[in-house]
């Protein structure tokens, strides 16, 4: 059975009383997952409900019922339990599970008798709405919310302000995801499925692999009596200000978008000849990227096409590499 707050998740009442009746334009949210991204939601969504906002947490539904009950004592939820204990679909219900466990949760919910107006929605960056078919065979309405955002850790309610969120669904379920993002302070944006598995590879260069070039930066010079990144740090923060401020290309500086083809060399050389670079990433990273930026600066016309192919061939994989 699912707990209510005046069993075990009674302590969290103090917060509540002060809060106006529900009405008909509250969305009542029910989270299923404990999670990074689930713990973030569930307390934005408590925040928004005690601001007087357009959302009310309803309750927190996990496999580890103690998370559960941690989140709802944190935020003032009515209620937690298992996923199993949710009992009836009703109001809107945001799946904060592992990506490979949508399917299995989803079918879980189809079980379950539906509310007229629920809608179950994903909140995973990969994937459409295909894990959750076994919820609209049975005529339940599905959708997927996906803050662009990094929720690591003890993110807050701050985390979702100023972002961007993808919408994928119907209309229908749009229109109400459409109301969960603005009243979380995130600008929505309707995508298609196709749009969507796109925007998460945007996101993955944007975010996971700006962190890797980091890790790679600090492992170019090892034995730096500072760590490298701090040293790199105003250099980055500049970067990041610049690509915002003139764009991806005219943001573009360094050796390879002046044609400096002997400083490129002379990098090459030095990664690949050093004894304490032994790291094959760091050459082969250097040349990938390198092509890249050959093409940018060719395509504003900083290079000639001659430079470029001649960079294109100091940069090209050496002899027999699988690349
Ligand atoms: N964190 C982010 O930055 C971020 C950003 C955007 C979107 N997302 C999306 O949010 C979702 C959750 O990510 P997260 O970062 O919050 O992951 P997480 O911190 O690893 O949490 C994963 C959650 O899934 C639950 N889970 C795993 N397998 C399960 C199963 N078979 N049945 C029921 N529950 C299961 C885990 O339960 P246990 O605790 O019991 O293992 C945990 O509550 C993913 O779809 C991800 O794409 C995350």
Redesign the pocket.
Known sequence: MPATRSSKAAQTDSRRPLLPAPTANIIPCRIA??????RALARAISENEHNGGGLRLSGIF???ET?AAAIARNTGAPKYGQ?TDIRQLEGLLLI???????P??ARQLAGMPAAGGALVA??????DLSPLASLQQRGIATGSF??L????EGAGPETFRGIYASLLGPPEATAQLHRLAAELGCTPLVVSAQQKKQLHIAAVFASNYMVALAHLAGRSVPGLALPVTEVLRPLMETTLQNIFAKGTTAALTGPVSRGDTGTVQTHLRTLTADPFLQDDTLPAAYRLLGRVAASQALSDGRLSPETYRELLTLLSEPHGSAG
Do not use: E, M, W, Y
């Open positions: 997952g404990s999670g990074k991204l689930a996990a496999r580890n998370a996923i904060c599970v592992s990506d490979d466990a949508l299995a949760v994903h909140l995973s960056g990969a994937l996906h803050p955002q990094s929720f690591p």
